[in-house]
């Protein structure tokens, strides 16, 4: 260790057991430490341990109470050298005087170099920023001090820079404030140079450096953010002229509309904006010390039109709770303090065009108690006002953000199908994890836990993990789009699958106790999907191809302290990943643009071919009538030039003079 502080960790039950520290020497005769006994204390010398207990696993803390200033004259209680502290300690863990475990610990320990003397409040004189640097050593922060790897520090003394002479500070902040700037005639030696550099470079002192003013004139405000405001819309009259596909619902207040939904981190968002068209289901976790009330049910909802429409709230009262109820902790107080809590909300939007016509919520009301988890369900649904039951209307040519992957069984009775990834509650296992399906245009990633001990066979292990895995995909087709035909097989395109293990592969069958390779421990699912057109101004995406593939993992046993016949975990993920095609494939190269590639201005600096490009229309770096003036006189000159240059020219004006 090289500073006063260092933790580590003691694994195990630490009932019972007793931690001491010791200060060990080193045998002069024979050059080995001495053998340590479990009749230590907590303190040694200037050393303090302290023990904080936890569940299966303590952490062990070992702190040095001792001064690290550097010895001013006439004082004690300090360091005389810059290396201040050379020991070595053990630290022992006993029970009934049987050594469970020891930690050896080499303490080298520099002296602190902080100043801590009286500091002069003399004013310094900032220099103008405009006409030479601020401090010919940027890194010297403290005043009448020694900062670690400044160089330039004038503070720093000879013993000290042995310290850290190696890893000194670089650049302007090390002390090269003037460093030499490309421009400069003496930076001719610098590779890639032009041959046209001398007739271009700068001769200038360092003094004069570019880099000198590079700061900012104008006030600092303090910015106003005001919560999910759109301020643009403050124009009189009627705000709104519908919703797009994706667009925030809007409040009465010019507020967004909101209901907790699940980031991407897989955590709940309690002020989530509702996108219009966009259906979700989530699930959230939550406690009655955490517990938190939404929005309102009485907010105003707009309509897409400027119109203000009301929710219309049905409210339930749970009385089986052991549906949202996961997870009840065993409580040792006298009472008990309950909450009626939200356990669910169901919204109903019923649309229409870019309008929202209804609002229909349905609350579902419980009772909360300390020591319970519950876990919240809020759902949102878009219905179309023409449609006639609650079925989703097949009127959508593609796909949209957000909406489930349609799957099916061609060759099956039942041509259902489903393409899900796991949902995991509570501990995370997979007995207990439940399925939530693919959306289409999110990717995602989840996971559970499998329970393995340590004599599994491997074989049974592969199978069990494939068996878990294959479950999500309940599928031989994918619907192409939103719309697609059970009854036409031309809209629905074959998954395809990459077994994972096939006949190149060797996969080893020997058996290692707590050692199994070649585990399909990882379920990648991809699907290609391409824009096919739009329907007011809505893209329109549709599916060309779903591929699924596994990767393998090595599984090794995790043992504690000793290996016993208990139980380890194997993770298992699922992956959905969704790559956009060009619908149609682009143009090819052309030979010329293969061959000829300085006249392409996509991969050069110069483009020939937009040399008069400042004199045509979208040219917009000054106005056009300037840029069309000052290409005249450059095309009078580059003429009156190549007049001046010919032959002729010199004769009549040789016979004009005569």
Known sequence: MSGPRVNSFFHGNSSGVNFSIILSSVDEETGRLQLANCSGSKRAGGWNLNVTPGV????????????????????????????CVVETLQVLACRDSVMLAHLLIQAEIYANSSFTGNVSENA??????????????????TAGACDV?????????????????????????????????????????????????????????LNNTPFLGYFYHGSTSTPRVPPFKIPLQTSPGKLFTGYRQGDPIMTEENEYFTIPQQSLAGQCVGNAPVAYLQNFDVKCLSDRASYKE?????????????????????????????????????????????????????????????????????????????????????????LNLDSTNAAEPLGNPGYQVGKPVRAANINASETFGSLNIWQPVGRGLCTSA?????????????????????????????????????SLIQATHVGKRDNSNYSDINDWVEIIRLDPFNSDTNVSTRNFNGICPDIPANLNIRIIFADVGAVQGIPQQEILAVQIS????????????????SISFLPITASVQFIKVPAQPPVPMTRFQINYTEFDCNRNDVCWPQLFYPLTRFYTGEPYSQS???????????????????????????????
């Open 434 to 470: 439940t399925y939530t399906p693919v959306l289409f245009g999110l990717d995602s990633l989840s996971g559970c836990v499998l329970e393995v001990g340590i004599n599994e066979d491997c074989s049974f292990l592969r199978g069990n993990v494939t068996e878990k895995l294959n």
């Open 149 to 205: 790897r400044c160089c330039c520090d004038e503070e720093c003394t000879p013993d000290l820079k042995q310290l850290f002479n190696g890893s000194c500070f670089t650049g302007v902040f090390g002390g090269d404030v003037n460093p030499p700037f490309d421009q400069l005639c003496s930076s001719q030696s610098m590779e890639y140079t032009p041959d046209w550099f001398p007739f271009l470079c700068v001769q200038s002192s």
């Open 124 to 141: 310094t004189v900032i220099p103008n920023q405009v006409f030479q640097p601020l401090g010919s050593c940027p890194c010297d922060l």
């Open 550 to 565: 596994y990767s393998t993992v090595i599984w090794q046993f995790q043992c504690g302290l000793i290996c016993e016949n």
């Open 56 to 83: 299966n696993i303590s952490k062990v803390t070992v702190s040095l109470t001792q001064n690290l200033q550097l010895c001013l004259p006439n004082a004690t209680d300090c360091c005389a050298t810059p290396l």
């Open 294 to 382: 939404g929005l309102p049910h009485d907010v105003r909802i707009n309509s897409g039109t400027g119109d203000f429409i009301q929710q219309n709230v049905i409210y339930r009262t749970i009385t089986d709770t052991g549906k949202f109820i996961t997870e009840s902790e065993s409580l040792h107080t006298a009472e008990i303090l309950c909450q009626n809590v939200t356990f669910a909300e169901h919204y109903t939007f019923i649309w229409k065009d870019k309008n929202i016509e209804r609002i229909n919520v349905t609350v579902f009301l419980g009772s909360l108690c300390d020591g319970e988890i519950l876990t919240q369900r809020f759902t949102a649904r878009f």
């Open 628 to 658: 069309l003036a000052k290409g005249l006189v450059l095309a009078f000159l580059i003429l009156l030039a190549a007049i001046m240059s010919n032959p002729w020219f010199s004769k009549i004006w040789n016979s004009s003079l005569i």
